[in-house]
């Protein structure tokens, strides 16, 4: 099992700035990838940013390439996700998730084992 918990949501103005937090507990952090995942008012959970077990690799969606950063610590058992020059468009329940599956990085929400509970961004314009 993994319990995964997220931080740092809050209300900020268009171009501003937020970094989301996750912390996990309860397998070996270093051996899974972690992944983003957003969901807007009445839109499906779509795929933010994805990291590898050691970090050396990531992935993006389009929509937020070169504006959000996805890292881990691995020592702290954590993953974050800071993004700036947020947009209007990027106002949704954020989510981290995890990946136990040996497969290279997914954008795929059922490749994801574990979710955490979500931490609301919103962004006024």
Known sequence: QVQLVESG?????????????????????????????????????????????????????DSVQGRFTISRVNAKNTVSLQMNSL?????????CAA???????????GNYDYWGQGTQVTVSS
């Open 9 to 61: 949501g809050g209300l900020v103005q268009a171009g501003g700035s937020l970094r989301l937090s996750c912390a996990a507990s309860g397998r070996t952090f270093s051996r899974y990838a972690m992944g983003w995942f957003r969901q807007g008012p009445g839109k499906e959970r779509e795929f933010v940013a994805a990291i590898s077990a050691s970090g050396s690799s990531t992935t993006y969606a």
């Open 99 to 109: 990946d136990l599956q040996l497969t290279p990085l997914s954008m795929s929400r």
């Open 87 to 95: 947009k209007p468009e990027d106002t949704a329940v954020y989510y």
